[in-house]
């Protein structure tokens, strides 16, 4: 079954560093979104993507945040400068379509910042 | 504004036992979607269930049931025959089909238990 990855699993880093999240949507999907889970938090969604442009982002995707598309398989999610409040998971997914039909999450990068 | 409210930070169920878990929502949208994720202790999130608001009979996969009541904007979860590894985290969110961007909102979380 196919199904969406994220490379790593885990990222240490300190704060003030960039820091790139990879995801592989699965592939015919269209429609990727990244969202992120504070320990102990609800999810909270990030930005959505399509047809290599944003197509709507929540306020705590700020200026230090950016995605992107490079190729035809990965999707990735850049933090420019990392503040300790970014320590969360991370989590990329994908749908076929927006409209009533479920988004497939991957298992997460858990992002540590020191 | 969009709202999941899911009140029950932490829930019991005996095993083989049937558990409610439950979700209000708030929205302004005639059209929506309704979700339930599954987050085990291993962190990842694992569809269950959809509901469309249009959707006249209450959805079910498997032992996993959503009872829709649309004028309470309400989109409980009900487990069937509770086993030990529906122990997790579960999740409500909702999904406005105007602007069609397909952001998630979700709910709070609960958190089941289930006791052999």
């Known amino acids: 079954e196919p199904e969406v990855t994220q490379t790593p699993s885990h990222q240490v880093t300190q704060m003030g560093q960039e820091v790139i999240l990879r995801c592989v949507p699965i592939?015919?999907?269209?429609?990727f979104y990244w969202y992120r889970q504070i320990l102990g938090q609800k999810v909270e969604f990030l930005v959505s993507?399509?047809?290599?442009?944003?197509?709507?982002k929540s306020e705590i995707f700020d200026d230090q945040f950016s995605v992107e598309r490079p190729d035809g398989s990965n999707f990735t999610l850049k933090i420019r400068s990392t503040k300790l409040e970014d320590s969360a998971m991370y989590f990329c997914?994908?749908?076929?379509?927006?409209?009533?039909?479920?988004?497939?999450f991957g298992p997460g990068t858990r992002l540590t910042v020191t | 504004a969009q709202k999941i409210t899911q009140t029950q930070p932490g829930m019991f169920v005996q095993e083989k036992e049937a558990v409610t878990l439950d979700c209000t929502y708030d929205?302004?949208?005639?059209?929506?979607?309704l979700f339930w994720y599954k987050q085990p202790s291993s962190g990842e999130m694992i569809f269950l269930i959809y509901?469309?608001?249009?959707?006249?009979q209450n959805a079910t996969e498997g032992r996993y049931s959503l009872n829709f009541q649309k004028a309470r904007k309400s989109a409980n979860l009900v487990i069937s025959a509770s086993q030990l590894g529906d122990s997790a985290m579960y999740f409500c969110?909702?999904?406005?089909?105007?602007?069609?961007?397909?952001?998630?909102?979700f709910g709070q979380g609960t958190t089941l238990q289930v006791k052999p």
């Open positions: 997914a994908s749908s076929v379509e927006t409209v009533a039909y479920e988004q497939y």
């Open positions: 592939s015919n999907h269209l429609y």
């Open positions: 993507f399509y047809n290599n442009e944003i197509s709507e």
């Open positions: 929205t302004s949208d005639q059209s929506y979607g």
């Open positions: 509901q469309g608001s249009y959707d006249e």
């Open positions: 969110a909702m999904r406005e089909f105007s602007g069609n961007t397909g952001k998630l909102i």
